[in-house]
């Protein structure tokens, strides 16, 4: 840390107080008579702060703050201001041109170089970079902004085909239908995001989710329409960046949820999935989402855009409707009665009929979305 500290005080007393001040600490003063002054002189002194008795609406203060937050010696630098009135609109701009804090004049010295002093030591200390919510296994959330196109039917059967060598949660994050639970034929008392909402952190979590038969762990949403509102979309998103601690892969069925919860997954996943249908208004809808994911900034390159149930007869194909979303498309033929037969009767294909054609798509399409993931699939 440099010792020395620029001072901006047309008094000559105070300067003499606060050099003495600064040096109890250590510090060593470097006075100027004007704001101007210690522009000119400021590329000549390297410092470690700067410390500056505004007087009235001087006009040379913001070029001076933005010139210290400019220069890669002093950007991170604390730049104090001592004011008559914190709140005046000058302070205001010059707080937002970069200076660190304003102390009114009233301050004692003591109490502005102490204040100068731990700013200065915060500034020496390298900030803790902010933990990940999200663990080592990968976050897929399968979308959309239509409901009926075989979201449930994709999410099911993709978790069962990683679950055959790896560990996988699949969660129900759209209430009030329980779609993963008929999916899975479980009872409707199976433990919810609800009852593990309160699970205390040093408990494992995917080990209290029910496990099918499948090897799938799975998390449904309340099976009781009221209990829905009972938590909070964000505490369903905590328990999901939980389950990436403990799973190699969390796949969300996430609907066409965009409230702030839904926003915050779909800006965390590993992969979104979004899923349309291989006509006019399923492109329609598609596109729009991709719009607004791109107003939230998430990368393209994060989303795998999927045409379900394409039938050779459908007037949109993939390369039709890669033109119009200007992104890849991934195209996956019609399921048939064997797709609906299995959603209906708890038995996903992938789990009962594992040659089936259909499924042999769905792994193409796990390999498509991460080859990782992929590589580590028994086939």
Not at 162 to 189: C, I, K, T, W, Y
Not at 360 to 365: A, E, P, V, Y
Request: net charge neutral; proline share 8%.
């Amino acid at each position: 840390m440099l010792k020395r500290v620029l001072v901006v005080s047309w008094r000559a007393t105070r300067s003499e107080t606060i050099a003495k001040a600064l040096d109890k600490h250590g510090l060593e003063m470097v006075a100027f008579e004007s704001v101007r002054a210690a522009a000119r002189g400021l590329a000549k002194t390297p410092a470690g702060a700067v410390l500056i008795e505004v007087t009235g609406d001087d006009p040379a203060l913001v070029p001076l703050i933005q010139q210290i937050r400019a220069d890669a010696t002093h950007a991170s630098i604390p730049v104090i201001l001592v004011v008559a009135d914190p709140s005046s609109a000058p302070v205001a701009e010059a707080i937002a041109a970069g200076a660190t804090e304003a102390l009114p004049r009233s301050s004692s010295t003591q109490a502005i170089v102490e204040s100068l002093r731990g700013r200065m030591e915060a500034a020496e200390v390298p900030a803790t970079p902010p933990r990940s919510r999200k663990g080592a296994g990968e976050l897929w959330v399968v979308c959309g902004p239509r409901g009926g196109v075989g979201r449930t039917l994709l999410a099911v059967n993709l978790a069962v085909i990683v679950a055959e060598s790896q560990r996988v949660a699949l969660v129900d994050n759209v209430p009030r239908f329980g779609s993963v639970l008929m999916a899975f034929n479980l009872p409707p008392q199976a433990p919810t995001w609800v009852e593990l909402a309160d699970l205390p952190p040093e408990e494992e979590l995917l080990d209290r989710l029910t496990s099918h038969p499948s090897g799938v762990s799975v998390l449904p949403a309340p099976g009781r329409p009221e209990l829905s509102d009972a938590v909070s979309p964000a505490a369903v998103g905590a328990l999901i960046f939980r389950l990436t601690n403990a799973a190699d892969l969390v796949m969300v069925d996430q609907g066409g949820r965009l409230d702030n919860g839904g926003i915050d997954l779909l800006e965390s996943a590993d992969h979104m999935l979004l899923v349309g249908t291989p006509d006019n208004p399923g492109v329609v809808g598609l596109r729009g989402w991709l719009r607004i994911c791109d107003q939230l900034k998430i990368p393209r390159q994060r989303i795998s855009v999927i045409l379900n149930g394409v039938l050779p007869y459908h007037p949109v194909d993939a390369e039709r409707a890669r033109r119009v979303l200007e992104q890849p498309v991934l195209a996956l033929s019609h399921g048939g009665i064997d797709g609906v037969r299995s959603l209906s009767g708890g038995e996903p294909l992938a789990w009962k009929h594992p040659s089936n054609r259909w499924v042999k798509q769905m792994r193409g399409l796990v390999a498509e979305i991460s080859p990782e993931l992929a590589a580590k699939a028994k086939h």
